[in-house]
Protein backbone atom coordinates (compact mmCIF):
# COMPACT_ATOMS: atom_id res chain seq x y z
CA UNK A 1 0.00 0.00 0.00
CA UNK A 2 1.33 3.39 -0.75
CA UNK A 3 1.48 6.45 1.39
CA UNK A 4 -1.23 8.06 -0.43
CA UNK A 5 -3.56 5.10 0.26
CA UNK A 6 -2.27 4.68 3.16
CA UNK A 7 -2.86 8.12 5.12
CA UNK A 8 -6.18 7.96 3.08
CA UNK A 9 -7.19 5.14 4.80
CA UNK A 10 -5.89 6.01 7.96
CA UNK A 11 -8.11 9.05 8.22
CA UNK A 12 -11.18 7.59 6.24
CA UNK A 13 -11.15 4.05 8.15
CA UNK A 14 -12.69 1.00 6.43
CA UNK A 15 -14.65 0.50 2.64
CA UNK A 16 -17.76 2.01 3.71
CA UNK A 17 -19.48 -0.94 1.83
CA UNK A 18 -18.91 -3.89 4.00
CA UNK A 19 -19.48 -8.07 3.42
CA UNK A 20 -21.85 -7.84 6.57
CA UNK A 21 -23.53 -5.36 4.80
CA UNK A 22 -24.43 -6.82 1.94
CA UNK A 23 -24.56 -10.00 3.84
CA UNK A 24 -27.93 -8.55 4.83
CA UNK A 25 -29.02 -7.92 0.97
CA UNK A 26 -32.88 -9.49 0.59
CA UNK A 27 -35.58 -8.29 -1.56
CA UNK A 28 -39.00 -6.69 0.75
CA UNK A 29 -41.90 -5.26 0.10
CA UNK A 30 -40.01 -1.85 0.34
CA UNK A 31 -37.45 -2.63 -2.39
CA UNK A 32 -39.13 -4.46 -4.88
CA UNK A 33 -40.51 -3.08 -7.87
CA UNK A 34 -43.53 -4.15 -9.75
CA UNK A 35 -43.21 -6.43 -12.86
CA UNK A 36 -42.85 -4.78 -16.13
CA UNK A 37 -44.66 -5.08 -19.17
CA UNK A 38 -43.80 -3.60 -22.45
CA UNK A 39 -45.11 -0.17 -23.24
CA UNK A 40 -47.57 0.24 -26.06
CA UNK A 41 -44.93 2.00 -27.86
CA UNK A 42 -41.26 2.14 -26.98
CA UNK A 43 -39.07 5.74 -27.02
CA UNK A 44 -38.08 4.75 -30.62
CA UNK A 45 -38.46 1.64 -32.17
CA UNK A 46 -35.36 2.16 -34.72
CA UNK A 47 -33.20 2.26 -31.02
CA UNK A 48 -32.28 0.41 -28.11
CA UNK A 49 -32.21 2.96 -24.97
CA UNK A 50 -30.19 2.27 -22.10
CA UNK A 51 -28.55 4.52 -19.55
CA UNK A 52 -30.77 7.69 -19.73
CA UNK A 53 -29.35 11.31 -17.94
CA UNK A 54 -30.50 14.56 -17.43
CA UNK A 55 -28.98 17.70 -19.26
CA UNK A 56 -28.74 19.59 -15.61
CA UNK A 57 -27.47 23.32 -14.59
CA UNK A 58 -24.60 23.56 -12.55
CA UNK A 59 -26.77 23.49 -9.26
CA UNK A 60 -28.02 19.90 -10.48
CA UNK A 61 -31.62 21.21 -11.26
CA UNK A 62 -32.99 19.78 -14.96
CA UNK A 63 -32.27 22.28 -17.75
CA UNK A 64 -35.31 24.22 -19.15
CA UNK A 65 -34.82 24.69 -22.98
CA UNK A 66 -37.24 27.60 -23.84
CA UNK A 67 -39.94 24.67 -21.97
CA UNK A 68 -37.93 21.62 -23.27
CA UNK A 69 -36.13 19.23 -20.89
CA UNK A 70 -33.58 17.70 -22.46
CA UNK A 71 -32.26 13.88 -21.59
CA UNK A 72 -29.44 11.84 -23.30
CA UNK A 73 -28.87 7.71 -23.24
CA UNK A 74 -26.90 5.27 -24.94
CA UNK A 75 -28.16 4.18 -27.89
CA UNK A 76 -27.72 1.41 -30.58
CA UNK A 77 -29.80 0.27 -33.80
CA UNK A 78 -33.24 -1.81 -32.34
CA UNK A 79 -31.31 -4.87 -34.86
CA UNK A 80 -28.54 -5.31 -33.28
CA UNK A 81 -28.64 -8.32 -30.95
CA UNK A 82 -28.51 -6.45 -27.65
CA UNK A 83 -25.84 -8.08 -25.85
CA UNK A 84 -23.67 -6.28 -28.84
CA UNK A 85 -24.86 -3.03 -27.91
CA UNK A 86 -22.10 -2.03 -25.48
CA UNK A 87 -20.01 -2.23 -28.67
CA UNK A 88 -20.91 0.45 -30.55
CA UNK A 89 -22.81 2.34 -27.86
CA UNK A 90 -23.59 6.03 -29.17
CA UNK A 91 -24.78 8.85 -26.91
CA UNK A 92 -27.86 10.48 -28.45
CA UNK A 93 -31.02 13.04 -27.45
CA UNK A 94 -34.46 12.97 -26.75
CA UNK A 95 -36.42 16.07 -25.60
CA UNK A 96 -39.87 16.78 -24.07
CA UNK A 97 -42.39 19.41 -23.21
CA UNK A 98 -44.34 17.10 -21.19
CA UNK A 99 -41.80 15.00 -19.73
CA UNK A 100 -44.12 11.76 -21.13
CA UNK A 101 -43.83 11.97 -25.13
CA UNK A 102 -39.92 12.04 -25.72
CA UNK A 103 -38.80 13.41 -29.39
CA UNK A 104 -35.49 11.95 -30.83
CA UNK A 105 -33.33 14.70 -31.78
CA UNK A 106 -30.26 12.60 -32.94
CA UNK A 107 -26.81 11.44 -32.33
CA UNK A 108 -25.27 14.36 -30.01
CA UNK A 109 -21.80 14.14 -31.94
CA UNK A 110 -20.78 13.48 -34.87
CA UNK A 111 -18.90 11.05 -35.80
CA UNK A 112 -15.35 12.08 -37.84
CA UNK A 113 -11.71 12.67 -37.25
CA UNK A 114 -12.95 15.49 -35.08
CA UNK A 115 -15.44 13.79 -33.45
CA UNK A 116 -15.67 11.71 -29.78
CA UNK A 117 -13.08 10.09 -28.40
CA UNK A 118 -12.93 6.13 -27.94
CA UNK A 119 -14.26 3.99 -30.59
CA UNK A 120 -17.81 4.07 -28.58
CA UNK A 121 -18.59 6.12 -25.95
CA UNK A 122 -20.62 4.86 -22.93
CA UNK A 123 -22.63 6.84 -19.49
CA UNK A 124 -21.86 10.19 -18.61
CA UNK A 125 -23.96 13.08 -17.43
CA UNK A 126 -24.55 16.31 -19.46
CA UNK A 127 -24.13 20.53 -18.18
CA UNK A 128 -25.73 23.43 -19.33
CA UNK A 129 -23.78 26.40 -18.43
CA UNK A 130 -24.21 30.13 -19.89
CA UNK A 131 -25.47 28.90 -22.68
CA UNK A 132 -22.92 25.56 -23.85
CA UNK A 133 -23.02 21.75 -22.98
CA UNK A 134 -20.38 20.36 -21.85
CA UNK A 135 -21.17 16.56 -22.76
CA UNK A 136 -19.23 13.94 -19.72
CA UNK A 137 -18.73 10.57 -21.35
CA UNK A 138 -16.46 7.51 -21.09
CA UNK A 139 -14.02 7.19 -23.79
CA UNK A 140 -14.13 3.08 -24.55
CA UNK A 141 -11.42 1.45 -26.40
CA UNK A 142 -9.49 4.05 -28.89
CA UNK A 143 -10.96 5.87 -31.60
CA UNK A 144 -10.82 4.19 -34.84
CA UNK A 145 -9.40 0.77 -33.46
CA UNK A 146 -9.87 -2.33 -35.55
CA UNK A 147 -10.43 -4.71 -32.65
CA UNK A 148 -12.32 -3.38 -29.61
CA UNK A 149 -10.10 -2.66 -26.52
CA UNK A 150 -11.67 -2.18 -23.59
CA UNK A 151 -9.38 0.78 -21.91
CA UNK A 152 -11.50 3.74 -20.34
CA UNK A 153 -11.08 7.05 -19.92
CA UNK A 154 -13.14 9.99 -18.78
CA UNK A 155 -14.07 13.00 -21.18
CA UNK A 156 -15.84 15.23 -22.14
CA UNK A 157 -16.72 17.63 -25.46
CA UNK A 158 -17.68 21.16 -24.81
CA UNK A 159 -19.10 23.95 -26.82
CA UNK A 160 -21.79 22.43 -28.32
CA UNK A 161 -25.37 24.69 -27.67
CA UNK A 162 -29.24 24.45 -28.65
CA UNK A 163 -31.68 25.84 -30.37
CA UNK A 164 -35.13 25.15 -30.50
CA UNK A 165 -37.46 26.49 -33.15
CA UNK A 166 -41.09 25.34 -34.32
CA UNK A 167 -40.04 21.88 -35.45
CA UNK A 168 -38.67 21.17 -31.87
CA UNK A 169 -35.07 20.96 -30.68
CA UNK A 170 -31.82 21.00 -31.94
CA UNK A 171 -28.23 20.56 -30.10
CA UNK A 172 -25.29 21.56 -32.54
CA UNK A 173 -21.28 21.29 -32.38
CA UNK A 174 -18.75 22.33 -32.79
CA UNK A 175 -17.26 20.27 -30.43
CA UNK A 176 -14.02 20.27 -28.75
CA UNK A 177 -13.45 16.80 -26.88
CA UNK A 178 -10.60 16.52 -24.08
CA UNK A 179 -10.07 13.17 -21.98
CA UNK A 180 -10.54 14.69 -18.16
CA UNK A 181 -9.24 11.66 -16.23
CA UNK A 182 -7.20 8.14 -16.78
CA UNK A 183 -6.52 5.80 -13.61
CA UNK A 184 -3.72 6.82 -11.56
CA UNK A 185 -2.87 3.41 -10.23
CA UNK A 186 -2.91 4.63 -6.50
CA UNK A 187 -6.51 5.39 -6.15
CA UNK A 188 -7.91 4.07 -8.64
CA UNK A 189 -6.97 0.59 -10.51
CA UNK A 190 -5.34 0.92 -14.32
CA UNK A 191 -6.09 -1.34 -16.76
CA UNK A 192 -2.82 -3.18 -16.28
CA UNK A 193 -3.63 -3.88 -12.70
CA UNK A 194 -6.37 -5.30 -12.81
CA UNK A 195 -6.89 -9.07 -11.76
CA UNK A 196 -9.83 -10.46 -12.52
CA UNK A 197 -13.39 -8.92 -14.58
CA UNK A 198 -12.83 -6.23 -16.65
CA UNK A 199 -11.47 -2.81 -14.97
CA UNK A 200 -14.07 -0.38 -14.58
CA UNK A 201 -12.75 3.85 -15.04
CA UNK A 202 -16.45 5.26 -16.08
CA UNK A 203 -19.03 7.26 -15.90
CA UNK A 204 -18.58 10.61 -14.98
CA UNK A 205 -20.95 12.09 -13.37
CA UNK A 206 -20.86 16.42 -12.92
CA UNK A 207 -21.87 17.40 -9.33
CA UNK A 208 -21.29 20.92 -7.64
CA UNK A 209 -21.28 21.17 -3.40
CA UNK A 210 -21.13 24.12 -1.46
CA UNK A 211 -19.71 25.81 -4.91
CA UNK A 212 -16.61 23.30 -5.43
CA UNK A 213 -16.84 21.12 -8.66
CA UNK A 214 -16.63 17.62 -9.21
CA UNK A 215 -16.87 14.27 -10.97
CA UNK A 216 -18.00 10.93 -9.11
CA UNK A 217 -17.29 7.95 -11.56
CA UNK A 218 -17.40 4.04 -11.00
CA UNK A 219 -13.68 2.70 -10.48
CA UNK A 220 -11.99 -0.03 -8.58
CA UNK A 221 -9.11 0.00 -5.73
CA UNK A 222 -6.06 -1.45 -6.62
CA UNK A 223 -5.33 -4.49 -4.71
CA UNK A 224 -1.88 -5.80 -5.15
CA UNK A 225 -1.15 -9.81 -5.63
CA UNK A 226 -0.41 -10.81 -1.77
CA UNK A 227 -2.25 -8.51 -0.08
CA UNK A 228 -3.63 -8.94 3.37
CA UNK A 229 -6.98 -7.63 1.93
CA UNK A 230 -10.10 -9.79 2.18
CA UNK A 231 -8.03 -12.28 5.08
CA UNK A 232 -5.81 -12.79 2.39
CA UNK A 233 -8.56 -14.55 -0.02
CA UNK A 234 -7.13 -14.16 -3.37
CA UNK A 235 -10.38 -14.88 -5.07
CA UNK A 236 -12.78 -12.28 -3.19
CA UNK A 237 -9.63 -9.95 -4.00
CA UNK A 238 -10.60 -9.76 -7.45
CA UNK A 239 -13.60 -7.96 -6.92
CA UNK A 240 -12.79 -4.28 -5.91
CA UNK A 241 -15.57 -1.76 -6.95
CA UNK A 242 -15.41 1.77 -5.38
CA UNK A 243 -17.18 5.01 -6.11
CA UNK A 244 -14.34 7.56 -7.09
CA UNK A 245 -14.37 11.22 -7.17
CA UNK A 246 -12.39 14.47 -8.94
CA UNK A 247 -12.41 17.63 -7.59
CA UNK A 248 -12.09 20.96 -10.31
CA UNK A 249 -9.49 22.98 -8.19
CA UNK A 250 -11.01 26.38 -9.90
CA UNK A 251 -14.42 25.66 -10.73
CA UNK A 252 -13.63 25.19 -14.81
CA UNK A 253 -15.81 21.90 -15.58
CA UNK A 254 -13.15 20.72 -18.07
CA UNK A 255 -10.37 20.30 -15.53
CA UNK A 256 -10.50 18.15 -12.73
CA UNK A 257 -8.03 16.17 -9.90
CA UNK A 258 -7.97 12.88 -8.68
CA UNK A 259 -9.34 12.37 -4.92
CA UNK A 260 -9.20 9.13 -2.85
CA UNK A 261 -12.73 6.94 -3.41
CA UNK A 262 -15.78 8.48 -1.36
CA UNK A 263 -16.73 4.30 -0.66
CA UNK A 264 -15.38 1.06 -1.57
CA UNK A 265 -16.45 -2.11 -1.82
CA UNK A 266 -13.26 -4.61 -1.89
CA UNK A 267 -14.09 -8.03 -1.44
CA UNK A 268 -17.70 -7.18 -1.96
CA UNK A 269 -18.54 -5.93 -5.37
CA UNK A 270 -16.60 -5.36 -8.63
CA UNK A 271 -18.54 -3.03 -10.22
CA UNK A 272 -20.28 0.26 -8.32
CA UNK A 273 -22.05 1.76 -11.63
CA UNK A 274 -23.16 5.37 -12.57
CA UNK A 275 -23.12 6.87 -8.94
CA UNK A 276 -24.53 10.19 -8.46
CA UNK A 277 -26.04 11.87 -5.49
CA UNK A 278 -28.88 13.10 -4.39
CA UNK A 279 -28.59 15.78 -1.56
CA UNK A 280 -31.81 16.59 0.78
CA UNK A 281 -31.97 18.06 4.69
CA UNK A 282 -28.26 18.24 4.88
CA UNK A 283 -27.74 14.71 3.56
CA UNK A 284 -26.15 13.51 1.24
CA UNK A 285 -27.30 9.98 -0.72
CA UNK A 286 -25.01 8.35 -3.03
CA UNK A 287 -26.55 6.21 -5.72
CA UNK A 288 -25.45 3.21 -7.51
CA UNK A 289 -26.34 0.25 -9.42
CA UNK A 290 -24.76 -3.04 -9.33
CA UNK A 291 -24.88 -6.60 -10.86
CA UNK A 292 -26.21 -9.87 -9.35
CA UNK A 293 -22.90 -11.22 -10.83
CA UNK A 294 -20.37 -8.96 -9.49
CA UNK A 295 -20.65 -9.59 -5.74
CA UNK A 296 -17.86 -11.71 -4.58
CA UNK A 297 -18.11 -15.08 -4.00
CA UNK A 298 -20.61 -16.00 -0.61
CA UNK A 299 -22.83 -12.94 -1.27
CA UNK A 300 -25.91 -12.93 -2.98
CA UNK A 301 -26.98 -9.79 -4.26
CA UNK A 302 -29.31 -8.28 -7.29
CA UNK A 303 -29.46 -6.36 -10.19
CA UNK A 304 -30.56 -3.54 -8.25
CA UNK A 305 -30.10 0.06 -6.89
CA UNK A 306 -28.22 0.35 -3.83
CA UNK A 307 -27.79 3.81 -2.09
CA UNK A 308 -26.04 5.57 0.29
CA UNK A 309 -26.11 8.21 3.37
CA UNK A 310 -24.08 10.42 5.02
CA UNK A 311 -24.02 13.81 6.27
CA UNK A 312 -21.26 15.07 4.52
CA UNK A 313 -20.10 14.32 0.47
CA UNK A 314 -16.70 12.50 2.03
CA UNK A 315 -18.39 10.20 3.94
CA UNK A 316 -18.67 8.20 6.01
CA UNK A 317 -21.45 6.42 3.98
CA UNK A 318 -23.95 4.66 5.73
CA UNK A 319 -25.58 1.79 3.52
CA UNK A 320 -29.57 2.89 3.48
CA UNK A 321 -31.63 0.09 5.04
CA UNK A 322 -29.19 -1.56 6.21
CA UNK A 323 -27.55 -3.73 3.65
CA UNK A 324 -27.70 -0.88 1.07
CA UNK A 325 -30.54 -2.83 -0.77
CA UNK A 326 -33.00 0.09 -2.45
CA UNK A 327 -34.61 -0.98 -5.37
CA UNK A 328 -34.53 -4.21 -7.22
CA UNK A 329 -36.51 -6.26 -9.64
CA UNK A 330 -39.13 -9.08 -9.05
CA UNK A 331 -37.97 -12.65 -8.31
CA UNK A 332 -39.59 -14.20 -11.49
CA UNK A 333 -38.48 -11.18 -13.74
CA UNK A 334 -34.65 -10.69 -12.15
CA UNK A 335 -33.44 -8.62 -14.87
CA UNK A 336 -36.59 -6.56 -15.99
CA UNK A 337 -34.18 -2.96 -15.36
CA UNK A 338 -30.77 -1.80 -14.96
CA UNK A 339 -29.09 1.46 -14.65
CA UNK A 340 -30.80 3.56 -12.25
CA UNK A 341 -31.08 7.00 -11.92
CA UNK A 342 -32.77 8.67 -8.45
CA UNK A 343 -33.57 12.15 -8.37
CA UNK A 344 -35.46 14.62 -6.01
CA UNK A 345 -39.24 14.79 -6.05
CA UNK A 346 -40.77 16.66 -3.20
CA UNK A 347 -40.67 14.18 -0.27
CA UNK A 348 -40.06 11.51 -2.81
CA UNK A 349 -37.28 10.01 -5.15
CA UNK A 350 -38.21 9.34 -8.88
CA UNK A 351 -36.54 6.80 -10.31
CA UNK A 352 -36.09 6.20 -13.97
CA UNK A 353 -34.17 3.09 -15.50
CA UNK A 354 -33.85 1.09 -18.60
CA UNK A 355 -36.39 -1.73 -19.47
CA UNK A 356 -33.36 -4.58 -19.78
CA UNK A 357 -35.14 -8.36 -20.31
CA UNK A 358 -38.43 -9.61 -19.14
CA UNK A 359 -39.90 -13.01 -19.91
CA UNK A 360 -36.41 -14.18 -18.57
CA UNK A 361 -36.50 -15.56 -15.44
CA UNK A 362 -32.96 -18.03 -15.51
CA UNK A 363 -30.55 -17.10 -12.76
CA UNK A 364 -28.14 -15.75 -14.98
CA UNK A 365 -28.20 -12.85 -17.16
CA UNK A 366 -25.40 -14.73 -19.12
CA UNK A 367 -28.04 -17.36 -20.29
CA UNK A 368 -29.95 -14.80 -22.79
CA UNK A 369 -26.75 -16.13 -25.22
CA UNK A 370 -28.13 -19.79 -25.25
CA UNK A 371 -31.74 -18.06 -26.39
CA UNK A 372 -32.30 -17.93 -30.35
CA UNK A 373 -31.66 -14.26 -31.56
CA UNK A 374 -35.21 -13.76 -32.57
CA UNK A 375 -35.92 -14.43 -29.02
CA UNK A 376 -32.82 -12.06 -27.75
CA UNK A 377 -34.27 -9.65 -29.65
CA UNK A 378 -38.24 -10.10 -28.35
CA UNK A 379 -37.73 -9.98 -24.31
CA UNK A 380 -35.20 -6.96 -24.63
CA UNK A 381 -37.07 -4.04 -23.62
CA UNK A 382 -34.61 -1.61 -25.28
CA UNK A 383 -36.58 1.63 -23.61
CA UNK A 384 -37.42 3.83 -20.61
CA UNK A 385 -38.48 1.48 -17.71
CA UNK A 386 -41.46 3.08 -15.77
CA UNK A 387 -40.36 5.45 -13.08
CA UNK A 388 -40.55 4.73 -9.69
CA UNK A 389 -41.66 6.42 -7.09
CA UNK A 390 -39.42 6.05 -3.46
CA UNK A 391 -40.25 7.86 -0.07
CA UNK A 392 -36.89 8.25 1.56
CA UNK A 393 -36.94 9.08 5.19
CA UNK A 394 -33.36 9.14 6.73
CA UNK A 395 -31.66 5.82 6.44
CA UNK A 396 -35.00 4.10 5.52
CA UNK A 397 -36.66 4.20 1.78
CA UNK A 398 -39.45 2.52 0.35
CA UNK A 399 -41.45 1.78 -2.94
CA UNK A 400 -44.93 3.85 -3.19
CA UNK A 401 -46.01 3.91 -6.53
CA UNK A 402 -44.49 3.96 -10.33
CA UNK A 403 -45.09 6.09 -13.01
CA UNK A 404 -45.80 5.11 -17.19
CA UNK A 405 -42.76 4.31 -19.00
CA UNK A 406 -40.19 7.05 -19.10
CA UNK A 407 -42.30 9.09 -17.75
CA UNK A 408 -39.95 12.01 -16.16
CA UNK A 409 -41.83 14.65 -13.99
CA UNK A 410 -39.92 17.69 -13.23
CA UNK A 411 -39.27 17.92 -9.54
CA UNK A 412 -41.86 20.78 -9.25
CA UNK A 413 -44.57 18.77 -11.08
CA UNK A 414 -47.22 17.24 -8.60
CA UNK A 415 -48.15 13.51 -9.11
CA UNK A 416 -50.99 11.71 -8.34
CA UNK A 417 -51.81 10.06 -5.43
CA UNK A 418 -49.46 6.86 -4.93
CA UNK A 419 -50.12 3.73 -3.48
CA UNK A 420 -48.63 4.49 -0.46
CA UNK A 421 -50.60 7.73 0.09
CA UNK A 422 -53.73 6.00 -0.68
CA UNK A 423 -53.39 3.28 1.52
CA UNK A 424 -52.52 5.42 4.63
CA UNK A 425 -56.24 6.98 4.19
CA UNK A 426 -57.66 3.72 4.52
CA UNK A 427 -58.88 3.11 8.08
CA UNK A 428 -57.86 0.58 10.60
CA UNK A 429 -59.12 -2.94 10.34
CA UNK A 430 -61.94 -2.63 12.80
CA UNK A 431 -62.74 1.46 11.65
CA UNK A 432 -64.95 0.14 8.65
C1 LIG B 1 -24.34 0.30 -17.01
C2 LIG B 1 -23.06 0.29 -17.83
C3 LIG B 1 -22.29 1.55 -17.61
C4 LIG B 1 -21.57 1.73 -18.90
C5 LIG B 1 -22.60 1.22 -19.89
C6 LIG B 1 -22.03 0.64 -21.16
O1 LIG B 1 -25.48 -0.09 -17.68
O2 LIG B 1 -22.29 -0.84 -17.53
O3 LIG B 1 -21.43 1.47 -16.50
O4 LIG B 1 -21.21 3.07 -19.09
O5 LIG B 1 -23.35 0.25 -19.23
O6 LIG B 1 -23.05 0.30 -22.06
Known amino acids: MNERTREFEAKNGPPAWTREHA ?14 YPPEAPVDSDLHIWDTWFLRERDGSIADIDGYRIVFALSSSSELLPGKRHDVATIRYFYSR ?3 NWKTGGSIFDV ?5 LGSRQWAGSALYDQGTIYAYYTASGARGEEALTYTQRLAVGHGGTVETDEDGLRIEGPWTHEVLLEPDGEFYETESQSRGMIYTFRDPWFFEDEGTTYLLFEANTPV ?9 DAAQQEF ?8 SPTGNPTEFELRPPLLDAVCVNQELERPHVVRRDGCYYLFISSHDH ?3 PGLDGYDALYGFVADSLRGEYEPLNASGLVLTNPSNAPFQAYSWLAYDHGDELLVTSFFNYFEFDRPSLDEVAVLPEAEQLRRFGGTLAPTVRIRLDGNRTKVVGTLGHGHLPLPDEELPESWWERCEKLPDEGEY
Open 224 to 232: PEGSDACGG
Open 23 to 36: AAIERTDDTVAPII
Open 112 to 116: DEKGP
Open 98 to 100: DGE
Open 240 to 247: NGSVGIAE
Open 294 to 296: TFT
